[in-house]
């Protein structure tokens, strides 16, 4: 057989039960045989070689995996040298010569000609690949409309702030898919320099005056839609879409994504849009309809990591452990486990640092807590340990089960967590060597950095499915990031080889068959194709009558939202104010047509009534205006269940409590020592607490459990529900019913003074303006104080707060919390 004839396939079947296949497996289990003869590695790497010059992508891989598995396995890096500098893995090239000397090539001409080469891929103090490389050149080159698709930690987002940060556009936007990208990304443009160039950083729609000159914008699809309706006349000259994947989907997300992009392209033609993803197999499915865009395109595919995947079956009583090899879609019994929960397999198997992957925020903070009892430190808890336990105590509590597993080195992230606990876990977890294990969620597949070198995938779902493929490999792709693979003080070629982990224990689904997930997911030859349900991309002829009629939906709101943004017939426009008022705010909890003229009704009602003071006046207005008079089909009584409970009287005396600590800024530790004496007061203990802790149902209507009885809970776990209510409830507040409130302000309802402190919490306009500009209400209080008057510039007209780098320093001679002092070191900018 002739190398171009060969694929993956011919080439498996070709090697099938001969000594290649023996010597290609006995290379995983070298550390437990302890040699590999000269005839074997002879072998190995001489069809390596034949693997790696066949033209084929995934026979390449093949031979590179053979090639790096030899290496880390003999620490003969010799070959994979050579291997990395023909096919300009760089950084893998460099790395063996600084750090393996003896093994580089001897002094002569051809070795200071490779030199030159390496060089070559420099970008200031690290090395690039080809691919990286390439990429960069296609997207510095190109001032088109572009989507690259490259494999997680390539650079990507580097890559979009290099160019914002050498100047040429008036007014820029990076839209990422979760507020916790937003400091993050923030963190990395203030780094950059960005405001060197008179650009005005802006992550919230409030911080945009009139007066707003040169800006880059770094917003959630949602902050960027109110952002474009609170003026009609905001262009863009180049946008980034993070994570762009997302637009295939269907939810409300997935729409306003694509509402943005129609609106910002509509508006200015001439906009340069990059959409950027992991994985995006068909770069037309990035093509939304009636827009005018033209998508130049760079895919980047290179072997640089190679996976190790292993299944730990542990739901008996002795467990097994098997290797599961993507090549030749095949696993390899390695023998027994002994009886270990999920949590003592982790310490088993776990490196230097580690990530934990679970379904559901409830089983995170269960494993965590079992991993924290088995820990159970008896040396005493580090200083540096101790010292953020008490940092995090007095902003929330004592009884924080987030601090029980701190002590022990262990922390969790899941999306119920307040915003700024979830930052400081990943600033904690990624500066502390004392930290090893974080257990989370999927909130880790949009985009969070975290060094970790190997993972542990206790369940295999996202929400009610298994992870897909593209989602499978973008998660696995958050372990051994280059930084950490070629960091100068603790860089290991072995993190090329990351190992992966699948648990079939507790936490995994029942009749869960982790061979089967892995055969669909990580075979190496497997096509991923894009799961497109998004009905703005998918073609007219391929959509079902259903399809259809939603397709018109879409296309009638974004009309209402941005009149002539697309060319469609047959479109109605909201005929009262207050319907119109409604799509400015996004309102989709019903169908605006069909409500507008009774709602228009409820609302005369309040015309001369004296404008609205207090919580409990809103909420009934809300209910009046809204809930009596709207019509909601069975779907949306399901679907929008939350805000439905406020036409119940209970619901509402709740929520006007809730809003009136709203309205002073009380801080996390009031609130909670403010719903456990709630809890104490109220006649019936049975509380709502979502689908996502419920442990009851409260009727047989219920389809889910959303409720728990509070008499039945410990002090601490009351604690603990109490700090996840408060941040479900003001991501309600936030989310849904701040809108309502936005509709009635526009209405002219609301007194002004009370309109500003539901929206910020204050009135003190120079709170409103650290709030509008990301500062947290316990930082805002802390830093208008006397004592940094000198070090914090506030303009309340023009919504401009400017922060020496100086205050870190002096917060700390002043001895405040230090998750305050993390989180203004996000707003430095002076």
């Not at 997207?139 to 290099?162: D, Q």
């Not at 559901?360 to 580090?382: C, H, Q, S």
């Not at 805000?643 to 996390?668: D, K, V």
């Amino acid at each position: 057989m002739t190398p171009e004839a060969m694929t993956v396939r011919k080439f498996l079947n070709d090697v099938e039960e001969t000594e290649f296949e023996s010597d290609y497996f006995s290379l995983f289990e070298f550390d437990q045989q302890g040699t590999l003869s000269y005839e074997t590695s002879y072998r190995l790497l001489r069809v390596a070689l034949l693997l790696l010059n066949s033209g084929d992508f995934h026979l390449e891989a093949l031979g590179y995996r053979i090639v790096l598995r030899y290496a880390n396995a003999t620490r003969d890096y010799k070959p994979l040298y050579d291997i990395a500098l023909a096919k300009d893995l760089i950084p893998v090239s460099m790395f063996i010569e600084e750090h393996y000397p003896a093994q580089r090539a001897q002094e002569d001409f051809s070795s200071l000609l490779s030199r030159a080469h390496m060089e070559s891929f420099r970008l200031e103090d690290i090395y690039l690949t080809g691919g990286q490389k390439d990429m960069i050149n296609f997207y510095s080159e190109n001032r088109n409309s572009v989507a690259i698709i490259a494999p997680t930690s390539y650079g990507k987002s580097e890559m979009f702030i290099s160019r914002l940060s050498k100047g040429g556009y008036d007014r820029a936007c990076i839209l990422v898919p979760t507020k916790a990208l937003l400091a993050q990304t923030l963190k990395r443009l203030i780094a950059a320099e960005v405001q060197d160039l008179d650009y005005r950083l802006i992550s919230h729609p409030d911080m945009y005056t009139e007066n707003t000159g040169k800006m880059i914008c770094v917003l959630t699809q949602e902050r960027l839609l109110r952002l474009l309706k609170k003026s009609d006349d905001i262009l863009f000259d180049l946008v980034v879409i993070d994570e762009a994947h997302n637009l295939f989907e269907s939810t409300d997300r997935a729409m306003l994504l694509a509402y943005v992009i129609l609106i910002l392209s509509n508006r200015n033609p001439d906009v340069s849009l990059s959409f950027c993803s992991p994985f995006v197999a068909d770069i037309s499915n990035l093509n939304l309809k009636h827009a005018g865009y033209v998508l130049d395109s760079m895919a980047i595919q290179e072997s640089v990591k190679s996976e190790q995947f292993f299944i730990i079956e542990n739901k008996a009583a002795e467990g097994t452990l098997q290797y599961y090899d993507q090549f030749w879609n095949a696993l390899v019994e390695l023998g027994s486990v002994p009886g270990l929960n999920d949590a003592g397999l982790v310490f088993r198997y776990s490196g230097r640092k580690n990530i934990v992957y679970l379904n559901k925020p409830r089983d995170i903070e269960d494993v965590a807590l079992n991993m924290a009892a088995e820990l159970d430190n008896e040396n005493g808890v580090p200083a540096d340990l101790e010292e953020i336990v008490e940092a995090v105590s007095d902003l929330f509590h004592e009884d924080y089960s987030l601090l029980r597993c701190i002590r022990e080195g262990i922390v969790y992230h899941h999306g119920a967590m307040p915003d700024l606990v979830r930052l400081y876990v990943e600033y904690i977890f990624s500066s502390f060597e004392e930290f090893r294990y974080i257990i989370a969620t999927s909130t880790l597949l949009e985009g969070v950095n975290l060094p970790a070198e190997k993972m542990f995938i206790l369940s295999n779902m996202k929400g009610p499915r298994n992870l897909t493929p593209a989602q499978f490999r973008n998660l696995v792709g958050r372990v051994c990031r280059f930084s950490e693979i070629f960091s100068p003080q603790q860089g290991n070629l072995e993190l090329l080889e990351p190992e992966i982990y699948l648990v079939n224990g507790a936490y995994t689904r029942s009749g869960a068959n982790l061979e089967t997930f892995l055969r669909s997911t990580a075979k190496a030859t497997k096509t991923v194709k894009d799961d497109v349900s998004n009905t703005l991309i998918k073609p007219d002829d391929g959509l079902s009558p259903e399809e259809q009629e939603i397709l018109g939906q879409k296309l009638e709101y974004l009309e209402n939202i941005e009149p002539h943004t697309v060319n469609a017939e047959n479109i109605r426009y909201a005929t009262t104010p207050i319907g119109m008022c409604c799509y400015r705010n996004c309102i989709t909890e019903f169908d605006i047509f069909d409500n507008e003229e009774a709602i228009a009704t409820a609302l005369a009602q309040y015309n001369d009534r004296p404008s609205i003071d207090n919580a409990d006046d809103l909420l009934t207005a809300v209910d009046d205006v809204f809930l009596d008079s709207v019509t909601f089909t069975d779907r949306q009584q399901h679907e929008y269940r939350a805000f439905l409970r406020l036409a119940e009287p209970s619901a509402r005396r709740f929520y006007a409590m809730f809003l009136t600590w709203r309205q002073r800024g009380s801080s996390y530790k009031f609130m909670i020592r403010s719903f456990l004496r709630y809890w104490e007061s109220i006649d019936d203990p049975v509380i709502y607490v979502g689908t996502r802790w419920g442990e009851r149902k409260r009727t047989d209507a219920d389809r889910a459990p959303a409720y728990t009885n509070i008499s039945e809970k410990t002090s601490a776990e009351r604690v603990n529900i109490a700090i996840k209510r408060i941040k479900e409830e003001q991501d309600f507040v936030d989310n849904t019913l701040l809108r309502y409130v936005e509709v009635l302000h526009d209405m002219d309802l609301l007194e002004h003074d009370f309109y500003q402190r539901i929206k910020y919490g204050t009135s003190n306009v120079t709170l409103i303006c650290l709030l509008k500009n990301g500062f947290s209400i316990d930082l805002a209080r802390v830093i208008i104080s006397d004592k940094y008057a000198d070090l914090v510039g506030v303009d309340v007209d023009s919504d401009e707060v400017t922060v020496s780098a100086a205050i870190e320093d002096a917060m700390v001679r002043n001895g405040e919390n230090k998750v305050l002092i993390f989180e203004v070191r996000f707003h430095i900018n002076a």
